[in-house]
């Protein structure tokens, strides 16, 4: 089992920066890869930014630029800054850390985020 814990969501006004953190705990070792996802209202699930352990990183294109996604492997935990925030990224954000070798993966609870213009 993995548990992930975030942290770091909260109100911002437009142009304005937030850093999360996802720390990991449990079998990580079977994992390759972390990310973050969101979910806004009505909206599907999608992508944000995702690095795996070798620390090759990729990004939605609607955040490259402005989000930057890290890991501190000693610490087992993955951050998410983000700058120049747009009302358009309010969401709930996800960490996520998998899949492992059977095909499991594992999500936090998430973190609202909420931009206001």
């Known amino acids: 089992q993995v548990q992930l814990v975030e942290s770091g969501g909260g109100l911002v006004q437009a142009g304005g920066s937030l850093r999360l953190s996802c720390a990991a705990s449990?079998?990580?070792?079977?994992?390759?890869?972390m990310g973050w996802y969101r979910q806004a209202p009505g909206k599907q699930r999608e992508l944000v930014a995702r690095?795996?352990?070798?620390?090759?990183?990729n990004y939605a294109d609607s955040v490259k630029g402005r989000f930057t996604i890290s890991r501190d492997d000693a610490k087992i935990t993955i951050y998410l800054q983000m700058n120049s925030l747009k009302p358009e990224d309010t969401a709930v954000y996800y960490c996520?850390?998998?899949?492992?070798?059977?095909?499991?993966?594992?999500w936090g609870k998430g973190t609202l985020v909420t931009v206001s213009s």
């Open positions: 996520h850390a998998g899949p492992r070798p059977d095909g499991v993966d594992y």
């Open positions: 690095i795996t352990s070798e620390g090759s990183t």
């Open positions: 449990g079998s990580i070792f079977s994992i390759n890869a």
